[in-house]
Every structure is written in structure tokens, then in C-alpha cells.
């Protein structure tokens, strides 16, 4: 299993949530197996999501969907979000 971490900023969090949530079904079409949410407990703008891949391949293919980056232009992302793949060892 893979784990996709995206780190980034939005504009109002319950905002962002409530796109995100809407979007939960296709992001499990799309290979999402589990989907973490955090965010700063000083700075809620501050969002962290986790999702667990397969493989790595199939965690680039969400990253570099262009529906999904829509969605994130949607829901207010405000710039692209910091992106890193971890695997459990």
C-alpha cells in the first residue's frame, strides 16, 4: 500500500470539507482505498489529507487528474498542495 500525503492551504475549511466530501465517491472510483482529513489546530486554512493507494502509480494518476485538480480549484485550494508518496515498511 501506498500513502499519498497533500498538504496545502484553503480558503475556508468548512468550505473546502464540504467539496471534498461531495467528492468522496469518485475518489474511491478513482483507487482511494482510505482518506485521512487534519488540520492545524492553530490554522484550520492549514489542511493535510492522507489516501491510501494500491501503488504508486495509481496515486500519481489522482494526483495529475485534471478533474481533480478542478475540484481542488473548486473547493478553494490555494495553491497546489505540497504532494509526497510513503509506503509501510
Given amino acids: 500500500m ?3 500525503f497533500l498538504r496545502g492551504n484553503v480558503k475556508d475549511f468548512n468550505a ?3 467539496v471534498f466530501t461531495e ?4 475518489l474511491k472510483q478513482m483507487g482511494a482505498t482510505t482518506t485521512s482529513v487534519y488540520r492545524e489546530i492553530n490554522n484550520h486554512r ?4 492522507i489516501h491510501e493507494f494500491a501503488s504508486k ?9 485534471p478533474e481533480v ?3 481542488r480549484n473548486q473547493a478553494g485550494v490555494l495553491a497546489p498542495p ?3 508518496y510513503t509506503e509501510i515498511q
Fill in 2 to 4: 501506498v500513502h499519498l
Fill in 16 to 18: 473546502w470539507y464540504k
Fill in 23 to 26: 467528492f468522496m465517491p469518485k
Fill in 46 to 49: 492549514d489542511v493535510t489529507v
Fill in 57 to 65: 502509480e495509481d496515486a500519481i494518476k489522482y494526483v495529475n487528474n
Fill in 69 to 71: 485538480q478542478e475540484v
Fill in 82 to 84: 505540497q504532494v509526497w
